[in-house]
């Protein structure tokens, strides 16, 4: 049986003028970080926010653990907010 997974939507935001800071980490980290984080995609974005990065998490906690222990400890981050993804319909199939 395969396992469950939750896909979240993390929006970053940094301190000014520090996305040239993110951008080492953010592609340092391989795609399954942490046990239970598998990484799908991150983004530039504009606006309020700064970065937003796609990921799954096998639970609640993983994805807290991986937010609070991996992004929110880069220098320059000065806010997180994760978004708990539900699909409705997929248009790629």
Known sequence: MEKSVQKYLLMIKLSPNMAAKLYEPLMQFSEKPVPGIILEEAYQVFGQWDFAVLFQAETNAG???FVSDKIRLI????????????????YRK
């Open 75 to 90: 220098e320059g981050v000065t806010e997180t907010f994760t978004i708990p993804l539900a699909p409705i319909k997929n």
């Open 63 to 65: 994805a807290l653990h």
